[in-house]
């Protein structure tokens, strides 16, 4: 998940029917059709994503599901966020969070809320959209120092270790400066070097 941003605010309008939900508005006869549909839907979610990009997201839910009961509850919420600093969460935040899944929220839920959400944006050409406002001249990159300021200063502020830390993994020039295109790239497909 982005700095700032909870579960909620990342996944805002998806709802997966869970197989179960399905299975029992369909009745006997239509059962085994909406089990059908609904492993179709699942699997379509799974090739949404690379092998990679699906074992960071079972790694996430793992954190998430504090009681490893393969289900993400209120009380797993509420202590992820304890773990993460913010002890006093809204009790109407956190079902906000869970109504997006409208049920039960496994993995395979999980998942969907987060390809849904990804799949209906293009988040590489929003990114590049931002940097380009920092690049008037067109030449695809960004004044480090100037950048670093603006992560340091202006609206949800970096701390000097995040800035450190990002800017270890951010491709530069051989000026020194951020090759915006390129960091897009690994912020929506992952770095190669990780793999």
Not at 32 to 37: E, G, I, R
Not at 135 to 155: H, I, M, R
Not at 159 to 173: C, G, I, K, N, R
């Amino acid at each position: 998940m982005g700095r700032g941003e909870s579960l909620g605010s990342r996944a805002e309008d998806l709802s997966p029917p869970t197989v179960l939900q399905a299975s029992r508005k369909a009745g006997t006869r239509g059962k085994a059709a909406a089990t059908k549909q609904a492993q179709r839907g699942s699997s379509n979610v799974f090739s949404m994503f690379e092998q990679a990009q699906i074992q960071e997201f079972k790694e996430a839910f793992s954190c998430i599901d504090q009681n490893r009961d393969g289900i993400i509850c209120k009380s797993d919420l509420r202590e992820t966020y304890s773990q993460l600093g913010k002890v006093s969460v809204p009790e109407e935040e956190l079902d906000a969070m869970l109504q997006e899944g409208k049920g039960p929220i496994n993995f395979t839920v999980f998942l969907t809320l987060f390809g849904e959400k990804l799949n209906g944006t293009d988040p590489e050409e929003a990114i590049l959209s931002a940097f380009r406002m920092f690049d008037p001249s067109g030449k695809g990159v960004v004044n480090k120092d100037e950048f670093k300021q603006l992560l340091l200063t202006q609206a949800d502020k970096f701390s000097l270790a995040e800035v450190e830390q990002m800017f270890a993994l951010t491709p530069m020039d051989l000026a020194g400066d951020i090759d915006y295109k390129s960091l897009c790239y690994i912020i929506t497909h992952g770095d190669e070097k990780e793999e």
